[in-house]
């Protein structure tokens, strides 16, 4: 079972009429073995369908114009397996609207030293119609994944998974939708952003609600469905006594329930992929989201806090970009530092939100008083997160783009058990180290927000950044300061003069 079961990617192989009908029927036949290698494949997570070989400027163009309209093609992956002169490639690759891969491949590993012809060479020219092609989607200035390597390997089929998941993120931002309660907290800048262009160039759109209205569907949860849910709470998490049937903070419990009932109903009927809200803005709520927020992040939605949509809807990329995959992606604050003992390391949370997806353990479901926000105590879950390689991503508005900043770092064990710290909890030091790793984000302008992820690495949200066609800052185990910095200033010209 593929991990993204109602879509596929389509394999086009260009070639032309030049070689007569046998030869053509010799690419047709080659590229159906590898469409099928490629979607057999368990290492490629979606249905790759053969296409019928594509010969003339019309026949491109068609197949342009119905990747564009198929709702289930989410991108195409394109091989020359003869020569296919690449002017027949412009009009089709000028309107075509989904994402590119180039898989630059050859249907024979080795060359048949004893029996290797002209007829061979005119057949399995791949080293020079690739090139032909590759020409003419960089003169068009497109972006596009290109995949080097024989199609049975598999580092190839790791390379097209990655730009597989990137698409489908991607697709899932067209016409998505966010929900932002309320507003962005009061005077923060990094969450604010350009909600038109997002649309405009990202595919989403982000509108507000009033959370009275929000209040209206809490309001409205039977009680029913309130201890249905408590049920569901007891057999997930470890209450916390207070918390259980006769237990002092029962209620409270209760009320933390309705509220989650109360957003899943208005998420759902609404459409929405995503939502934001702020501890500034929680009138006629008796709690500030907590338990809900965590658990409605596990199911999919992407969130994160105090009006923060950008970081909502990249949560929510991600998320899709992981689906099947082990570890999680989650909405992450970088909170507090430990600068002590082996190069020093980050210590994330937030005030409540953090996404189940991460525990080691089963979480603990807990009530603790927020000293903001001015409302009752929230209910939340509290957790560890599990050690191991991890990226921060945070997607910011620069005024003439956006810009996804990446740092890879290395989830480690949080090494006390804080018994006095009522958040769920992860740990990790960022590459290359603490402080270059620091630096380099903040003259990145990275924000305190970010998505963490265990099952994603930079190379997915490179691909991603590419479909999207957003500014993408790596910081990795190969990154200094110094690079990072002139890659800053030099993109600033880049984005002067290309966006
Ligand atoms: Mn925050």
């Known amino acids: 079972m593929k991990a993204f079961p109602n879509s596929e990617v389509w394999f086009v192989t260009g070639s032309q009429h030049l070689y007569g009908e046998e030869t053509l029927q010799q690419v047709a036949e080659h590229s159906v073995i590898i469409a099928d290698a490629l979607n057999l ?28 309209q198929n709702p289930n093609c989410i991108g195409i992956i394109t091989w020359m397996h003869t020569f296919s ?35 061979f ?62 507003d962005n907290m009061r005077n923060v800048a990094v969450t604010e952003g350009d909600k038109v262009e997002a649309e405009l160039k990202l595919g ?46 029962r209620n409270s419990l209760k009320d933390a329930a309705k509220i989650e009932l109360g957003m899943r109903r208005f998420l759902k009927e609404g459409g929405f992929k995503g939502f934001s809200n702020t501890f500034e ?16 992040m596990a199911e999919g939605y992407g969130y994160a806090g105090e009006g923060d949509w950008k970081t909502a809807a990249l949560v929510r990329a991600m998320k899709t970009m992981g689906t099947g995959l082990s570890g999680g992606s989650a909405f992450m604050e970088d909170y507090t530092y430990h600068y002590e003992g082996d190069g020093g390391m ?33 209910v ?40 006095k710290l009522p958040v769920a909890r992860v740990m990790w030091k960022p590459l290359p180290d603490m402080n270059t790793g620091c630096a380099g984000w ?28 957003l500014e993408n800052i790596i910081i990795d185990q190969s990154s200094t300061l110094h690079q990072i910095k002139n890659e800053i200033r030099w993109n600033e010209l880049y984005y002067q003069f290309f966006k």
Not at 388 to 414: H, K, T
């Open 346 to 378: 980050v210590l994330g949370a937030h005030m409540l939100e953090v996404d189940p997806v991460l525990a080691a353990d089963q979480p603990r479901c807990e009530i603790h008083p927020l000293g903001i926000g001015g409302k009752e105590d929230p």
């Open 442 to 469: 903040i003259y990145a302008g990275g924000a305190h927000h970010t998505c963490y992820s265990q099952s994603l690495s930079a190379e997915h949200l490179s691909d991603f950044a590419s479909i999207a066609g």
């Open 121 to 182: 060479m005119n057949l399995n020219q791949s080293a020079h119609g690739d090139r032909e092609f590759g020409f003419m989607v960089s003169r068009m200035k497109m972006n596009r994944k290109v995949v080097a390597g024989h199609w049975e390997t598999s580092e190839v089929h790791r390379q097209i998974d990655i730009w597989v998941r990137a698409a489908m993120a991607w697709q899932d931002w067209q016409g998505a939708k966010f929900a932002r309660f309320g």
């Open 85 to 119: 002169p690449a002017k027949m490639w412009i009009n089709g690759l000028k309107i075509l609207q989904k994402p590119l891969l180039h898989l630059h491949t050859q249907f024979n590993s080795a060359i048949p030293w004893d029996t290797i012809d002209m007829d």
């Open 204 to 249: 989403f759109a982000v509108n507000t609600f009033a959370v009275g209205d929000l209040v209206q569907y809490i309001n409205a949860v039977t009680d029913a469905e309130v201890i249905d849910l408590m049920a569901e709470y007891e057999k997930e998490y470890i209450l916390d006594t207070a918390l259980q049937v006769n237990g002092a903070r």
């Open 41 to 68: 494949s368990s290492q490629i997570s979606i249905k790759v369908t053969f296409k019928p070989v594509v010969k003339t400027t019309e026949e491109i163009y068609n197949l342009c114009q119905q990747a564009n």
């Open 380 to 419: 939340r879950l509290v957790f560890t997160g599990k050690p191991g390689p991890a990226i921060n991503a945070s997607l910011v508005d620069m005024g003439n783009r956006f810009r996804l900043v990446v740092n890879a770092v290395e989830g480690v064990e949080v090494p006390h058990k804080l018994p």
């Open 281 to 296: 803005d929680l009138h006629g709520m008796k709690q500030l989201p907590g338990i809900a927020t965590q658990r409605l």
